[in-house]
């Protein structure tokens, strides 16, 4: 069954440095979404994307974070200059069909630490 | 922001009775969803109901929509101890993308 890929799945950095997070969506899929859940807490939306660019941001998605989809399979989120609260669980989804009619198909998350 | 919010926020139950979750949002949707977690895992679709649906089954699960009180519910009947999870809902509200509630915690004792 096809799903959604992400790595890594845990990775500790310390304050001020980039990050990297990878995913490759399922493959005839056409819409990429990152979400990121505190521990514990609510899963917020952070940006959607189609046809090569954004189509949606929250507030949370400012200057310091980027989306990228480099060739024709991976989709990464990177995180500029990470504080201590941007440390979370990152999920990957991707969906075949657009927000009016699709189910997303969730990654099981890279866990991102702060130090 | 414009999301759905689940009640109760936990929930605990012996095998065999059923769960029932809430969702209420604020504006227009197209969709509404129901997801569930496992702890420290990915979001697994479960149900989708379009905004003129009033009700949808899968299997043990159940979900009504009523747009008029902008609410939804999830039942799942027969609950077993493998349903622990916590279980959110999305909407498209204002026909955004997914927003997810904070969830409902459902604990199945055995």
């Known amino acids: 069954e096809p799903e959604v890929t992400q790595t890594p799945s845990h990775q500790v950095t310390q304050m001020g440095q980039e990050v990297i997070l990878h995913c490759v969506p399922i493959?005839?899929?056409?819409?990429f979404y990152w979400y990121r859940q505190i521990l514990g807490q609510k899963v917020e939306f952070l940006v959607s994307?189609?046809?090569?660019?954004?189509?949606?941001k929250s507030e949370i998605f400012d200057d310091q974070f980027s989306v990228e989809r480099p060739d024709g399979s991976n989709f990464t989120l990177k995180i500029r200059s990470t504080k201590l609260e941007d440390s979370a669980m990152y999920f990957c989804?991707?969906?075949?069909?657009?927000?009016?009619?699709?189910?997303?198909?969730f990654g099981e998350g890279s866990r991102l630490t702060v130090l | 922001s414009q999301q759905g919010e689940e009640d109760p926020q936990a929930l605990s139950i012996q095998e065999g009775e059923n769960a029932t979750m809430n969702c209420s949002y604020k504006?227009?949707?197209?969709?509404l969803q129901w997801y569930r977690q496992n702890s420290g895992r990915g979001l697994v679709h479960l149900i989708l109901?379009?905004?003129?649906?009033r009700e949808k089954h899968s299997g043990r699960l159940r979900v009504t929509l009523d747009t008029s009180k902008k609410s939804s519910s999830l039942l799942i009947t027969a609950s077993r101890a493998a349903d622990t999870a916590s279980y959110f809902c999305?909407?498209?509200?204002?026909?955004?993308?997914?927003?997810f509630g904070a969830g409902t915690r459902l604990t199945v004792k055995p």
């Open positions: 109901i379009r905004s003129n649906e």
């Open positions: 994307f189609y046809n090569n660019e954004i189509s949606e």
């Open positions: 504006t227009s949707i197209n969709n």
């Open positions: 989804a991707s969906s075949g069909m657009d927000r009016a009619a699709g189910e997303l198909f």
């Open positions: 493959s005839n899929h056409l819409y």
């Open positions: 999305a909407t498209d509200e204002a026909f955004n993308d997914m927003r």
